[in-house]
């Protein structure tokens, strides 16, 4: 911003002003002239001030600028194609969006999955999630007596129960799961040799009592979305230091597998 050019014409007053006492001026006259001077140079400093303030404003926005700029392109947003860069934001939001939507739904499964099985957590029935994958843990010590295989009645019972609500559950029914047997850290040297050997058959139970037709007295899952894996003591919940521990640690888990849209980010399930 440019001052206003106030300078010549003080400069004239003041010629003039030289002249008045030849011209036969009054006082009042010569002192309103001098009053006048002051007025111009007092606006004078005033418009220089405002000016000087102005570029330093100027000169502080242009910087501001330069530091975003900077930002953008660390970024990666290149601020001299603006076009491409809404475009691509607009496809990241829609992404985003549906990422969201995706997530929402997930959460709400899993809301309504630990309500409907709310009923069995006085026998330890837990729906939790785990690497990233919701998981139904059932107690081991409900399931299976001390080094044993096979199923106990309170077992059986419990399983049905978790059946019955998976077979419910409208977005639960066509979802593949897995079986997942665990020991505990205790070393295991019967028939199936070491805790691989236990949890396997463990994990290998569970699964063809929940395949099984109810008129078999079974769960009545498809087979097809069904599958067993047994992890010895290689996932513990806790660490193996007490009796207490090592009770946690013996459990068999229903994980319910991620189709590939649950899996674009690898973080889809917030863990309790």
């Known amino acids: 911003m440019r001052s206003w050019p106030l300078g010549p014409w003080i400069a004239s007053v003041v010629l003039a ?11 009042d ?3 309103a002239k001098l009053r006048e001077v ?3 140079k007092q606006q004078l400093q005033q418009q220089e001030a405002l ?7 100027l000169a502080d ?16 947003v ?8 809404v475009e691509e934001q607009a496809r990241a939001l829609e992404q985003y969006r549906q990422r969201a939507a995706l997530l929402e739904a997930i959460e709400q499964r899993f809301e309504r999955l630990r309500d409907a099985l709310r009923g069995l957590g006085e026998l330890g029935v837990q729906v939790t999630v785990r690497h990233d994958r919701l998981v139904i843990q059932l107690p081991g010590d409900v399931l299976f007596d001390a080094g044993r295989e096979t199923l106990r009645r309170e077992g059986e019972s419990m399983l049905g129960q978790v059946a019955a609500v998976v077979r419910g559950a409208p977005d639960l029914g066509g979802r593949s799961f897995q079986v997942a047997g665990h020991t505990d850290g205790t070393r295991y040297a019967g028939a199936f040799k070491d805790n691989w050997g236990l949890s396997v ?20 899952l498809d087979p097809k979305h069904w599958s067993a894996a047994g992890y010895g ?15 946690k640690n013996r459990r068999c888990e229903l994980v319910l597998l991620p189709t590939v849209e649950e899996t674009l980010d690898g973080r889809h399930v917030r863990s309790n």
């Open 38 to 40: 002051d007025d111009l």
């Open 201 to 220: 058959m463990r994990a290998r139970e569970v699964l063809a009592y929940l395949v099984r037709a109810e008129a078999d007295h079974g769960g009545g």
């Open 17 to 27: 002003l030289s002249g008045l006492g030849g011209c036969g001026y009054s006082e």
């Open 29 to 31: 006259a010569w002192r």
């Open 233 to 247: 003591d290689t996932d513990p919940l806790v660490a193996n230091d007490g009796a207490d521990e090592r009770q």
């Open 78 to 85: 290149d601020d001299a194609a603006p076009g491409r860069d």
């Open 51 to 57: 000016d000087h303030k102005t570029q330093r404003e």
């Open 61 to 76: 926005t242009q910087a501001t600028i330069e530091r975003l700029r900077q930002k953008l392109q660390e970024a990666g």
